[in-house]
């Protein structure tokens, strides 16, 4: 087996701490991770403080093998994502080209102005992520992605940035789902867990018009034994009257 | 000025970070701490592992005043956090016997497994947290809060322990959003966070039908600050020919 290829996302923003804003990217980041066989194992919501950003790319920077970050990138005084950065990395902030070119491109002439010029400045040795959006590009500097964190803007720039990742083995899922209580499953439950060990089972309550019920999610990058574990489950689910209703989704 | 009372959210679970569930928690913690007048600095989403339950844990026990946790307290094997909050305080698992009172008389005679005896267990010196949607309780050990993770319930116990909480002086907020670009506005909106400086200002972009605006967010403890701030800024919006549509929502 090949060691897991991970991630994290750092989500920058007040907004998000403020309760303001609902955040979504992580959630958005984390799902297409999945699909390219990249662990996200962490996630973080920091202020928009640059000790804070520092710190927090700092640490996950060097833990795993991604990192993604959202927010604080636009051309107000408020964004400093890219500053924080580029002291994080120890480099200097310049102005680039190419970041230059498309905005230029983008606005008409006179609309360019000094903030929005702010918007080309990345610390020195990223490659630009493309915008399709609204052009004001991200970048990737060392193992870590700058995004924006504007949902519509961040999808497109993650969808664009894929095929730069180098993903791992694929986890497959498989989700059974009963009306069944956890508390009245959970020793057969941990009981399979211990026979296939390879396979994350988890077991998720769920609370819905007045009623209780539990989705039990096998994850593996082993279809058999991925199918095996699910057999199980499904037997056992059978054997206290549930109905299981099913969700392979490799 | 006092020194703001801080916060830090803790969610843990495989199923935010695989993408599967989108976490509701962050955001209802966020604003409920903002009416009692504490800070939220900062929200890490963790997995279902020991050794990252309990760094995550110490590190922001250490940091701020308050921690408030969602998610593992449940009957299952996966359900690990109240073992690893008891390893980060370097204390016994104990068998509470409210909380088996609490259970005993919710479940039906014969009912109450030992898998959902084990909801009872509580690190040693742990308060408990009411749980009034179905019993098995959180608890407080510290300035560490410990709830469950499915929205209903976590709210639920939030709301019942509002009144354990010593906040401070809440952060007033005044909301402008106008259909102005913010690079149109940044130079001019960075000069007014000048003026005032203990107001923090915050500019988020929209993206709506295919159209971008700005929202302007003005935030501090003090009212008059805050109303001279926000006059600024809508003269401001004025000048450059956008119309306000402001939330006060002090």
């Known amino acids: 087996m090949t060691e ?14 403020s309760g303001r804003t609902q955040d979504a990217n992580i959630a958005y980041v984390a799902a297409g991770l999945e699909k390219l066989g990249i662990r996200l194992r ?14 927090a790319v700092n640490a996950l920077r060097e833990r795993y093998h991604y990192v993604f970050t959202s927010g604080g990138i636009g051309p107000t005084h408020d964004d400093i994502t890219a500053a924080s950065i580029a002291v994080a990395f120890g480099v200097k902030l310049i102005r680039h080209p190419d970041a230059v070119s ?5 606005y008409d002439p006179g609309k360019l102005t000094p903030a929005r010029l ?22 990737q500097i060392g193992n870590v992605f700058v995004m924006a964190g504007v949902p519509a803007i961040l ?11 180098s993903g791992g083995e694929r986890m497959l899922q498989h989700t059974i789902s009963c009306g069944l209580a ?3 499953i959970a020793a057969e439950l941990e009981a399979i867990q211990h026979r296939f060990e390879a396979v994350e089972i988890g077991s998720y309550p769920y609370f819905r018009d007045g009623r209780f019920g539990t989705s039990l999610v096998l994850r593996s990058t082993e279809p058999t034994l991925l199918a ?9 689910v059978v054997s206290f009257g549930g109905t299981p209703d099913e969700q392979p989704s490799g």
Chains 1, 2 share one sequence.
């Open 42 to 55: 962490e996630a973080r919501v920091v202020p928009d403080i640059e000790g804070e950003i520092v710190q």
């Open 155 to 165: 999808r497109a720039m993650f969808d664009g940035l894929a095929s730069r990742l």
């Open 228 to 236: 095996d574990a699910a057999d199980a489950v499904r037997q056992m």
């Open 102 to 106: 498309a905005l230029s491109a983008h």
């Open 4 to 17: 897991p290829v991970t991630a994290a996302v750092l989500v920058i923003g007040n907004e998000i701490l």
């Open 118 to 139: 702010r918007m080309a400045d990345v610390p020195e040795g990223a490659i630009l992520i493309d915008n399709p959006v609204s052009r004001a590009p991200g970048f």
């Open 182 to 184: 956890e508390g009245a």
